[in-house]
């Protein structure tokens, strides 16, 4: 599957952004989807995923209670609403795409196989 993601920008501490990842090339409900970012000079680091169908989500820690996660199968699209943001979430937001047993949604980069190219989000003080 292909996949496009956007929705970066550049917002004040305290704001919002939503991302949209729009997929083609079919088959976007037997995909677990996840949601990565990557700051310069750190690791890539998952930040949320989604079951297949919607049901199941998990975030990292530091974005539980601010960041949500959604998917709209028959659209095609994940989403990552995210609010109250800081500074530290500044980062390229990657969304991926994995083919899971039983559904599993991993917070492990390798466990996806397709990956789109990026969108920049950046958080000023």
């Known amino acids: 599957v292909q996949l496009q993601a956007s929705g970066g920008g550049l917002v004040q501490a305290g704001g919002s952004l939503k991302l949209s990842c729009a997929a083609s090339g079919g088959g976007f409900r037997g995909y677990v989807m996840g949601w990565f970012r990557q700051a310069p000079g750190k690791e890539r680091e998952f930040v949320a995923g989604?079951?297949?169908?919607?049901?199941?989500?998990y975030y990292l820690d530091s974005v539980k209670g601010r960041f949500t996660c959604s998917r709209d199968n028959a659209q095609n699209t994940v989403y990552l609403q995210m609010n109250s943001l800081r500074p530290e979430d500044t980062a390229v937001y990657y969304c991926?795409?994995?083919?899971?047993?039983?559904?599993?949604?991993?917070?492990?980069?390798?466990?996806?196989?397709?990956w789109g190219l990026g969108t920049q989000v950046t958080v000023s003080s």
């Open positions: 989604i079951s297949r169908s919607g049901g199941r989500t």
């Open positions: 991926a795409a994995g083919l899971a047993l039983n559904d599993y949604v991993s917070s492990e980069s390798t466990r996806y196989r397709d």
